[in-house]
């Protein structure tokens, strides 16, 4: 079975300022990741995939995350945030083959300060 | 990509009805995923709807408490039964499009029980 940890339930930052969120996953089998974000009071969006090749991947709205397989993570940066990306963010993992069911993780909520 | 609505989008209830959740996909997709979302929380896997068979469900979740429905490749429905407060959560549908490893999501039903 697959897990996902992401290390931050909060990050606070300025606007235009750097930032990264993390997410570790566990697994016993080739995974897929994902990174989600969800607006208040909205669905889940997709940012993000990997599903195979280059580890690092671009993704809507900026944003990049980076597959590191020897550390099972993939965090999600962005050089410079702005006030209407404070949303919660989701990692997610499935397995390569199967059923491809998602298993979340807690989520990080990003806020912007001005 | 796919767009998926939900019907309705929110929903007060007294305890011990039901409810019945709708959820149409504008493509046809080959998986249809139902989760829970407790407030303040993540995402749960609840169950995943087959065309004209029964839903498989996970750990914690049974089919009398949770009746799913998909007749068709764009439609099933979630049925919460015999509610009580603890079932207060966002439930959301997601589908999974042919040959793609994403997953597209609606915008949720928010249910607050009484």
């Known amino acids: 079975a697959q897990s996902v940890t992401q290390l931050d339930s909060q990050v606070p930052v300025f606007e235009e300022a750097p930032v990264e969120l993390r997410c570790n996953y566990s697994s016993s089998v080739s995974v897929y990741l994902f990174w989600y974000v969800q607006y208040p009071n909205q669905g889940l969006q997709l940012l993000l995939k990997?599903?195979?090749?280059?580890?690092l991947v671009k993704g809507i709205n900026g944003f990049e995350a980076e597959f590191n397989k020897s550390q099972t993570s993939f965090h999600l940066r962005k050089p410079s945030v702005h006030i209407s990306d404070t949303a919660e963010y989701f990692c997610?993992?499935?397995?390569?083959?199967?059923?491809?069911?998602?298993?979340f993780g807690q989520g990080t909520r990003l806020t912007i300060n001005p | 990509s796919a767009v998926i609505s939900q019907k309705p989008s929110r929903d007060i209830c007294q305890r011990g009805t039901s409810l019945t959740i709708q959820c149409q996909v504008d493509?046809?997709?080959?998986?249809m995923f139902w989760y829970r979302q407790q407030p303040g929380q993540s995402l749960t896997l609840i169950a995943t709807?087959?065309?004209?068979?029964?839903?498989?469900?996970e750990s914690g979740f049974v089919i009398d408490k949770f009746p799913i429905s998909r007749p068709n490749l764009t439609f099933s429905t979630l049925t919460v039964s015999n509610m009580s407060p603890e079932d207060s959560s966002i439930y959301l549908c997601s589908g999974r499009l042919a040959a793609s490893y994403e997953q597209y999501f609606g915008p949720g039903t928010r249910l607050t029980v009484t």
């Open positions: 709807a087959n065309q004209g068979s029964e839903a498989t469900y």
């Open positions: 990997y599903l195979s090749g280059s580890t």
């Open positions: 493509s046809q997709v080959t998986m």
């Open positions: 997610a993992v499935s397995e390569s083959q199967g059923a491809q069911k998602l298993v």
